[in-house]
Protein backbone atom coordinates (compact mmCIF):
# COMPACT_ATOMS: atom_id res chain seq x y z
CA UNK A 1 0.00 0.00 0.00
CA UNK A 2 1.27 3.63 -0.82
CA UNK A 3 0.98 5.75 1.71
CA UNK A 4 -0.15 9.65 1.95
CA UNK A 5 1.07 11.80 5.27
CA UNK A 6 -1.39 14.86 5.38
CA UNK A 7 0.61 17.77 7.72
CA UNK A 8 -0.97 20.70 9.20
CA UNK A 9 1.05 23.77 8.00
CA UNK A 10 4.27 24.23 6.10
CA UNK A 11 6.65 24.27 9.54
CA UNK A 12 6.30 20.22 9.20
CA UNK A 13 6.71 19.92 5.69
CA UNK A 14 9.90 21.18 6.03
CA UNK A 15 11.51 19.31 8.29
CA UNK A 16 9.62 16.18 7.60
CA UNK A 17 12.03 13.44 7.81
CA UNK A 18 13.33 12.08 4.85
CA UNK A 19 13.32 8.34 6.01
CA UNK A 20 9.67 8.45 6.05
CA UNK A 21 8.05 7.35 2.67
CA UNK A 22 5.05 8.76 1.04
CA UNK A 23 3.40 11.61 -0.61
CA UNK A 24 3.13 14.51 1.42
CA UNK A 25 -0.52 17.39 1.32
CA UNK A 26 -0.35 20.26 3.76
CA UNK A 27 -3.25 21.31 5.20
CA UNK A 28 -2.87 25.43 5.11
CA UNK A 29 -6.06 26.27 6.98
CA UNK A 30 -7.22 28.12 10.09
CA UNK A 31 -10.47 26.42 10.42
CA UNK A 32 -11.24 27.41 14.22
CA UNK A 33 -11.78 31.04 12.56
CA UNK A 34 -14.38 32.35 10.74
CA UNK A 35 -17.55 31.55 8.68
CA UNK A 36 -17.59 27.39 7.96
CA UNK A 37 -20.77 27.64 6.32
CA UNK A 38 -21.27 26.49 2.55
CA UNK A 39 -24.06 24.32 -0.05
CA UNK A 40 -21.39 22.39 -1.56
CA UNK A 41 -17.72 22.28 -1.52
CA UNK A 42 -17.61 25.41 -4.03
CA UNK A 43 -19.49 27.62 -1.44
CA UNK A 44 -17.64 26.29 0.81
CA UNK A 45 -14.05 26.93 -0.57
CA UNK A 46 -15.30 30.35 -2.09
CA UNK A 47 -16.58 31.48 1.80
CA UNK A 48 -12.86 30.74 3.08
CA UNK A 49 -11.22 32.58 0.68
CA UNK A 50 -13.04 35.32 0.60
CA UNK A 51 -13.30 35.64 4.83
CA UNK A 52 -9.10 34.89 4.89
CA UNK A 53 -8.58 37.33 2.37
CA UNK A 54 -10.54 40.51 4.06
CA UNK A 55 -9.40 39.26 7.55
CA UNK A 56 -5.51 38.66 7.15
CA UNK A 57 -3.83 41.26 4.21
CA UNK A 58 -0.96 38.24 4.12
CA UNK A 59 -0.71 35.64 2.32
CA UNK A 60 -4.65 36.71 0.90
CA UNK A 61 -6.84 35.09 -1.55
CA UNK A 62 -4.62 34.42 -4.62
CA UNK A 63 -2.70 32.07 -2.00
CA UNK A 64 -5.67 30.41 -0.87
CA UNK A 65 -6.11 29.14 -4.97
CA UNK A 66 -2.45 28.52 -5.58
CA UNK A 67 -1.46 26.80 -2.55
CA UNK A 68 -4.25 25.61 -0.17
CA UNK A 69 -7.24 24.53 -2.76
CA UNK A 70 -5.05 22.71 -4.37
CA UNK A 71 -4.25 20.73 -1.62
CA UNK A 72 -7.93 19.54 -0.32
CA UNK A 73 -8.33 18.56 -4.02
CA UNK A 74 -5.57 16.04 -3.62
CA UNK A 75 -6.65 14.87 -0.66
CA UNK A 76 -10.68 14.18 -2.00
CA UNK A 77 -8.68 12.03 -4.60
CA UNK A 78 -6.38 9.82 -2.51
CA UNK A 79 -5.54 6.90 -4.56
CA UNK A 80 -7.46 3.68 -3.54
CA UNK A 81 -6.28 1.52 -0.85
CA UNK A 82 -3.23 3.82 0.61
CA UNK A 83 -2.38 4.50 3.94
CA UNK A 84 -3.50 7.72 5.01
CA UNK A 85 -1.76 9.11 7.91
CA UNK A 86 -2.96 12.66 10.03
CA UNK A 87 -0.33 14.50 11.56
CA UNK A 88 -2.27 16.83 14.06
CA UNK A 89 -1.48 17.81 17.24
CA UNK A 90 -3.83 18.08 20.25
CA UNK A 91 -4.32 21.73 20.37
CA UNK A 92 -7.96 23.38 18.90
CA UNK A 93 -6.49 24.85 16.19
CA UNK A 94 -4.86 21.42 14.56
CA UNK A 95 -7.98 19.27 15.59
CA UNK A 96 -10.52 21.54 13.94
CA UNK A 97 -8.00 21.12 10.64
CA UNK A 98 -7.81 17.61 11.53
CA UNK A 99 -11.47 16.57 11.15
CA UNK A 100 -11.86 19.39 8.12
CA UNK A 101 -9.53 16.40 6.37
CA UNK A 102 -10.78 13.54 7.45
CA UNK A 103 -13.90 14.75 6.36
CA UNK A 104 -12.86 14.79 2.73
CA UNK A 105 -11.87 11.37 2.67
CA UNK A 106 -13.95 8.89 0.90
CA UNK A 107 -13.82 5.61 3.49
CA UNK A 108 -15.69 3.80 0.76
CA UNK A 109 -11.82 3.60 -1.18
CA UNK A 110 -10.47 0.80 1.14
CA UNK A 111 -7.42 3.29 2.35
CA UNK A 112 -6.42 2.52 6.15
CA UNK A 113 -6.46 5.85 8.16
CA UNK A 114 -3.69 6.77 11.25
CA UNK A 115 -3.42 9.50 13.19
CA UNK A 116 0.13 10.76 14.37
CA UNK A 117 -0.30 12.66 17.89
CA UNK A 118 2.87 13.58 19.31
CA UNK A 119 3.37 12.77 23.02
CA UNK A 120 2.95 14.48 26.40
CA UNK A 121 5.54 17.26 26.63
CA UNK A 122 4.85 17.92 22.88
CA UNK A 123 1.17 17.30 22.38
CA UNK A 124 0.94 20.43 21.24
CA UNK A 125 3.52 20.56 18.87
CA UNK A 126 5.90 18.79 16.37
CA UNK A 127 8.20 21.26 16.49
CA UNK A 128 10.34 19.36 19.81
CA UNK A 129 10.90 16.35 18.21
CA UNK A 130 14.07 14.80 17.04
CA UNK A 131 14.04 12.96 13.19
CA UNK A 132 13.96 9.86 15.02
CA UNK A 133 11.37 10.53 17.57
CA UNK A 134 8.86 11.92 14.65
CA UNK A 135 9.87 8.42 12.82
CA UNK A 136 8.80 6.49 15.79
CA UNK A 137 5.64 8.46 15.98
CA UNK A 138 5.00 7.32 12.73
CA UNK A 139 5.28 3.92 13.40
CA UNK A 140 3.43 3.74 16.08
CA UNK A 141 0.49 5.47 14.85
CA UNK A 142 -2.94 5.08 16.19
CA UNK A 143 -5.00 3.19 13.78
CA UNK A 144 -8.85 4.92 13.02
CA UNK A 145 -11.65 2.19 12.68
CA UNK A 146 -14.42 3.26 10.33
CA UNK A 147 -16.64 3.59 13.60
CA UNK A 148 -14.10 6.77 14.81
CA UNK A 149 -13.68 7.94 11.22
CA UNK A 150 -17.32 7.81 10.94
CA UNK A 151 -17.40 9.69 14.58
CA UNK A 152 -14.86 12.17 13.49
CA UNK A 153 -16.52 13.33 10.19
CA UNK A 154 -20.05 13.65 12.70
CA UNK A 155 -17.94 15.94 14.60
CA UNK A 156 -16.72 18.04 11.84
CA UNK A 157 -20.22 18.37 10.55
CA UNK A 158 -21.70 19.38 14.20
CA UNK A 159 -18.41 22.22 14.67
CA UNK A 160 -19.99 23.60 11.27
CA UNK A 161 -23.32 23.96 12.54
CA UNK A 162 -22.05 25.19 16.16
CA UNK A 163 -23.91 22.24 17.25
CA UNK A 164 -22.24 22.15 20.50
CA UNK A 165 -24.17 19.64 22.05
CA UNK A 166 -23.10 17.44 19.61
CA UNK A 167 -19.94 18.62 19.75
CA UNK A 168 -19.06 17.80 23.07
CA UNK A 169 -20.82 14.35 22.90
CA UNK A 170 -18.83 13.30 19.86
CA UNK A 171 -15.80 14.81 21.17
CA UNK A 172 -15.95 13.10 24.59
CA UNK A 173 -16.18 9.94 21.95
CA UNK A 174 -13.09 10.88 20.61
CA UNK A 175 -11.51 11.94 23.54
CA UNK A 176 -12.00 8.25 25.08
CA UNK A 177 -10.80 6.29 21.67
CA UNK A 178 -7.42 8.45 21.52
CA UNK A 179 -6.62 8.89 25.64
CA UNK A 180 -3.99 12.09 24.01
CA UNK A 181 -7.01 13.73 23.20
CA UNK A 182 -8.39 13.11 27.00
CA UNK A 183 -8.55 17.35 27.21
CA UNK A 184 -10.42 17.67 23.67
CA UNK A 185 -13.85 18.38 25.31
CA UNK A 186 -12.70 20.90 28.02
CA UNK A 187 -10.83 22.51 25.56
CA UNK A 188 -13.97 23.16 23.20
CA UNK A 189 -15.91 24.38 26.48
CA UNK A 190 -13.02 26.97 26.87
CA UNK A 191 -13.27 27.58 23.45
CA UNK A 192 -17.00 28.13 23.30
CA UNK A 193 -17.44 29.99 25.94
CA UNK A 194 -14.71 32.38 24.75
CA UNK A 195 -12.68 31.59 27.65
CA UNK A 196 -9.26 32.77 25.29
CA UNK A 197 -10.34 36.48 25.33
CA UNK A 198 -10.40 36.75 28.58
CA UNK A 199 -7.25 35.71 29.38
CA UNK A 200 -5.99 38.43 26.67
CA UNK A 201 -7.50 41.03 28.56
CA UNK A 202 -5.78 40.04 31.60
CA UNK A 203 -2.48 40.28 29.37
CA UNK A 204 -3.06 42.82 27.57
CA UNK A 205 -3.82 44.45 31.15
CA UNK A 206 -0.39 43.33 32.48
CA UNK A 207 2.06 46.75 32.61
CA UNK A 208 4.92 44.26 31.91
CA UNK A 209 3.58 42.78 28.40
CA UNK A 210 3.79 46.29 26.77
CA UNK A 211 3.24 45.25 23.13
CA UNK A 212 2.06 42.52 20.89
CA UNK A 213 5.01 40.29 20.89
CA UNK A 214 5.29 39.88 24.86
CA UNK A 215 1.51 39.42 24.89
CA UNK A 216 1.65 36.12 22.33
CA UNK A 217 4.56 34.70 24.21
CA UNK A 218 2.79 35.03 27.51
CA UNK A 219 -0.61 33.82 25.94
CA UNK A 220 0.99 31.07 24.05
CA UNK A 221 2.80 29.81 27.51
CA UNK A 222 -0.18 29.86 29.38
CA UNK A 223 -2.71 28.61 27.36
CA UNK A 224 -0.88 26.28 24.65
CA UNK A 225 -4.11 24.16 24.01
CA UNK A 226 -5.84 26.65 21.76
CA UNK A 227 -3.02 26.48 19.22
CA UNK A 228 -3.35 29.84 18.00
CA UNK A 229 -1.02 31.25 15.35
CA UNK A 230 0.45 35.13 15.85
CA UNK A 231 -2.03 36.50 12.91
CA UNK A 232 -5.03 35.01 14.54
CA UNK A 233 -4.46 36.31 18.27
CA UNK A 234 -3.17 39.70 16.37
CA UNK A 235 -6.53 40.00 14.99
CA UNK A 236 -8.13 39.46 18.91
CA UNK A 237 -5.42 41.64 20.36
CA UNK A 238 -6.46 44.47 17.97
CA UNK A 239 -10.17 44.02 18.27
CA UNK A 240 -9.33 44.27 22.04
CA UNK A 241 -7.19 47.40 22.64
CA UNK A 242 -9.12 49.28 19.54
CA UNK A 243 -12.06 48.79 22.04
CA UNK A 244 -9.81 50.29 24.83
Same mark, same amino acid.
Given at each position: MSSV????????LERFP??? *? &????????? %??DGPLQGRNPETFF???????????????????LEAVLPQFELMMNIPEQSKVYFWFEADLFCQFNFWFCASLMDTS *? &????????? %???HQYGFSGLKNSELESLQQNAIPISALLMASIQELWKAARKADKKKVNTLATMLSIAIPGLKDLPSFLQQFYEEHYLEVLERLIADPALNDFPSVFRAFMQQEPQYGFGDLLLK????QLTHQS
Open positions: HILNGDALEEI *S &GDLLVCREC %LIANRMAYLDVSYDDPGGAFY *S &GCEYYLVLP %LEPRYYD
